[in-house]
């Protein structure tokens, strides 16, 4: 089951905790992966040490004309990807009375405008060839909200508008296009919170526990799969209990 050996698999913000630990897991079943990112030496790190063939193609998704540049890198190493994971994202995190349209607009500019310019750069292709996985990282606070990210979650709950209108469109073509919505996950940011913000934080999730990259990876492994092939604009949440819908 979930077998994609031979799959071809873009990942973008492939050197953060969730980017690397999905880079890793893909690469173990058998995917041909291409990790992006602005890191350029983190991103050779995390490539480097993948077990599978795989590649390392910086880019700025910020830009028309790095994502260009990147296009026709990617397209000439390995054609149009099988499975796209729309995973890079950033914070600026701030009250909202304090929050500055700067800080607003960048989080919007990477978090959801690089998911639209990545995914129009290759869904051509998937419709081509009537086949596809489109699979975006999400977050549980673009269903709950959350104090002090109203940049942040308006990202990701328009990520997830984003993903039903688009499956909606080529569901007939043999793509699926589907969100992850993580909880709290181990990753340096969480790793620089203090004890008693994470005990407090601990008290809010049933499982008693922040997840890994991991339980993340695991879940876009079937969303991934031929097993998935019925399962569509949907939103799969990765919290450990402390959202349930």
């Known amino acids: 089951m979930f077998d994609l050996n031979g799959k071809v698999a873009l990942v973008t913000g492939a050197t953060g905790?969730?980017?690397?630990?999905?880079?890793?897991v893909l690469s173990e079943k058998g995917v041909t992966v291409v990790g992006t990112g602005t890191r350029e030496e983190e991103l050779k790190k995390v490539v480097s040490s993948l077990t599978n063939n795989a590649h390392a193609i910086p880019c700025d998704l910020r830009s028309s004309e790095s994502l260009k540049s990147f296009t026709q890198k990617l397209e000439k190493a390995v054609g149009v990807p099988d499975i796209l994971v729309n995973n890079a994202g950033i914070t600026r995190d701030n009250?909202?009375?304090?929050?500055?349209?700067?800080?607003?607009?960048?989080?919007l500019e990477l978090n959801l405008k690089s998911v639209f310019r990545v995914t129009k750069s290759l869904i051509k292709g998937m419709l081509k060839r009537r086949s596809g996985r489109i699979i975006s990282i999400s977050s549980v606070v673009g269903s709950t909200g959350?104090?002090?990210?109203?940049?942040?979650?308006?990202?990701?709950?328009?990520?997830?508008?984003?993903?039903?209108?688009?499956?909606?469109?080529?569901?007939?073509?043999?793509?699926?296009?589907?969100?992850?919505?993580?909880?709290?996950?181990?990753?340096?940011?969480?790793d620089s919170l203090s004890?008693?913000?994470?005990?407090?934080?601990?008290?809010?999730?049933?499982c008693g526990s922040f997840g890994a990259g991991d339980d993340v990876a695991a879940a876009l492994v079937f969303l991934a799969?031929?097993?998935?092939?019925?399962?569509?604009?949907?939103?799969?949440?990765?919290?450990g209990g402390m959202a349930m819908y």
């Open 225 to 239: 799969s031929d097993e998935a092939s019925y399962i569509t604009g949907q939103t799969i949440h990765v919290n």
């Open 17 to 24: 905790g969730i980017g690397s630990a999905i880079c890793r």
């Open 146 to 190: 959350n104090p002090g990210q109203v940049n942040y979650s308006a990202s990701k709950a328009g990520i997830e508008g984003f993903t039903k209108s688009l499956a909606l469109e080529v569901a007939s073509r043999g793509i699926t296009v589907n969100c992850i919505a993580p909880g709290l996950i181990n990753s340096p940011m969480t």
């Open 195 to 206: 004890e008693e913000r994470k005990d407090n934080i601990l008290k809010t999730i049933p």
């Open 95 to 107: 009250l909202f009375i304090r929050m500055n349209d700067e800080h607003f607009n960048e989080v």
